[in-house]
């Protein structure tokens, strides 16, 4: 099965994001944007708001200092 | 369903670091990690913390870590691996630890061609201390010690220590990378196994240093901070291969 055929499901660990917004800047297809809602540090994380338009380039995850950002595929 | 990105093995899990929104702190710490794990050298590997914003690095990372006193994270990782040659040693270090208070260690350590890795983190500031002028601070660079923007008549100019150690004999890789986009994180990745490589074919000494953004310091936003890195910083310390006598080293060893 070729990447293409592959489905991305990206999953932010709303606790452990600090809501820094790289992933959001770095994201060309806009899978991600900032939560309106705050978590337990009192931060605006990222949530996936489109995470059928993930291509699976895993450029959130590289440049995340946090590890937040779960990518899965099926 | 199944996880592309799992949690690197010696990275600790379910941990929320102290470093503030943006730091490149964590992604340097998740490279060794990465790396640790697909070099199999977790079992071995003893890391030197510094004083700085990274001593507490021992939170975040399971494996073997030592602290060291301000600047002399060089003089231990010596010790170590003179005492031990067994052990897999790497010395992490800040700007302001590394090119300020421990520039003889880090001189000397690079002249002696210890057989260690060092990653050195230059954000530009004192960063754990609140933001003061470093060594490596840019002309112009408003710091909490130096309001009006870095002075050299005053304060001397950016220190390109790195450029310094690369010209040494004993120095085997150098090279500059920066954590400022996915991009730059990969060939940082590649980088740190470069000089892992170095020392597990007991080539010598050899040197990393990552650009790395400080958004809290530099009083602006991660993004911003980035693209800063990117424009700014990258022009004064250009990103790059600085030395690799690795070809050298091995035609000596034999």
Known sequence: MSKKDKVFTVKVRRDFCKGCGLCIEFCKKEVLAASPKLNRM??????????????????CTQIC???AIEVYSE | MELINKWPEYHKKDVV????????HGIVHRIVAELLEEMDLGK?????????CAVLAYLY?????????????????????????????ISYQ???????IGTAETIHSANRGENISVIFINNAVYGMTGGQMAPTSLIGQSTMTSPAGRNPEVDGYPL???????????????????????????????AIRTAFETQQEGLGYSIVEVLSPCPTNWKMDPVTACKWVDTDMAKEYKPGLLTDKREEKRKEKG
């Open chain 1, 42 to 59: 009192g931060y605006n994380p990222a949530e996936a708001v489109n995470s059928k338009a993930c291509i699976g380039c895993m450029m």
């Open chain 2, 44 to 52: 071995e590997a003893y890391l030197v913390c510094p004083a700085g």
């Open chain 2, 160 to 190: 390109h220590i790195t450029d310094v150690v690369a010209q040494f004999p004993g120095v085997v890789y150098a090279e500059r990378v920066s954590v400022s986009s996915p991009a730059g994180v990969k060939k940082t990745k590649k």
């Open chain 2, 94 to 100: 800040g700007d302001g630890d590394l090119s300020a």
């Open chain 2, 17 to 24: 670091s102290h470093y503030c929104p943006g730091c490149g």
């Open chain 1, 65 to 67: 200092p946090d590890l």
């Open chain 2, 61 to 89: 990372l399971d494996f073997d870590i030592i602290e060291s006193a301000h600047g002399r994270g060089t003089a231990i990782a010596t010790g170590a691996k003179r005492a031990n040659p067994n052990l897999f040693v």
